[in-house]
């Protein structure tokens, strides 16, 4: 007698659907691809103190250049009544306890100890000075070009608003300090695209040709490095003559700075162009018969931009304090021109800098924009190899 099978029959597996991006997918990303520039803005917005860098340094921009604009009073004009002024302080509420929507300042009057034949500053509660915002008060031309007369802020007369207070001519530090951003910025500037270039040029030329070229150039950048720094630019900016004219000091004293700030770039460019050389891509120019210069400056120099962009902005920083330290010295920059280094003169003399504090307030720009370039470049120089892992 036959049995009857009861196991059941085995069905064929069916074949799992796909996982893998479908074709509509695959061209909408086509459709949204990103440029470089696109990626690098897009990983740059990320860092939040790479944003406050840039725009730290965008408004120092805009203060040097528009300081006639900002500044309420004249800003080389000599006023020895009103030298050694503190800075006012804008008040909402007077001294009576009532308060204003319209911001004031009040009069200032000073009083010497007959024994010390010190002047001590108070404010004259009696006599209230309102601010206007776009006022049109002193001529200077905009840019150097227009002529106008419209400020930021003004007060009334008589009355006299000096936001961080008088040097020892009587003129006006907050706009004085907007005028020396247009030569320490421009000035570190130049210097460093100046030595952006030369480390440039040397450092991708010594690491593509190799042998003897770069065994030559690495040892001239070492007699470059042995000299110290300081005391080289102390002894150049010393000798330059004082009866130039403004452009010619301006000129020379970049040139000075961009003198010994080479060397480092030039050996971080000279190392990525050793690295980069063996690559396939460098290979197969070569092999195409692609000439030296199209493979220096089509291939090899924008993938070094990381590290220039890293060198440029630790340059300025380290050209503005280079600066400013040779000015408080006396030999950097000199009149007519100004800078926060020479601005910051007045704080040599210790009985001086005791009485009167404000003078050190030139100081607050050099800090600022030393940490607005050091914070731009620290995102600068992430966001500039967006294909790195993240």
Sequence with gaps: MATATTGALSRPEQPSAPTG?????????????????????????????????????????VLAALA???????????NLKDAFLPPNRIHLIDAEGNFSFRPFVYGIVGEMDPKTFQVTWKEDTTKKYYLSFFVQTWPYKLFGIFP??????????????????TDKLGRDLWGKACQAGRVSLTMSVFAALISIAVGSIVGVVSGYYGGRVDNALQRFVEFVNAFPQLPLWMALASIVPKTADSFTIFVIMSCIFALLSWTTLAREVRGK???????DFILAAKEMGA??????????????????????TLSIPGVILAESFLSFLGIGIQ????????????????????????????????ILAV?????????????????ASR
């Design 21 to 61: 991006p479908t074709l509509e997918q695959l061209l909408e990303v086509t459709e949204h691809h990103e440029s470089y520039f696109q990626l690098v803005w897009r990983r740059f917005r990320r860092s939040k103190i790479s944003i406050i860098g840039g725009l730290i340094v965008i408004t120092l921009m």
């Design 68 to 78: 006639e604009f900002f500044s309420p009073n004249p800003i080389d004009r000599d």
């Design 371 to 387: 940490l607005g370039f050091n914070f731009l470049g620290d995102g600068l120089r992430d966001a500039a190899d967006p294909y």
């Design 291 to 312: 000439s030296d210069s199209r493979i220096i400056f089509r291939h090899l120099f924008p993938n070094t931009l990381s590290h220039v962009i890293v060198i440029l």
């Design 148 to 165: 106008t007369n419209l400020h930021l802020v003004g007060v009334e007369e008589p009355g006299r608003l000096y936001m961080l207070g």
């Design 335 to 366: 009149e007519p021109l100004t800078s926060w280094g020479l601005l910051m003169r007045n704080a040599q003399n210790l009985q001086t800098l005791s009485q009167q504090t404000w003078i050190l307030m030139p100081s607050a720009f050099i």
């Design 273 to 279: 162009v050793l690295a980069l050389s063996q690559t």
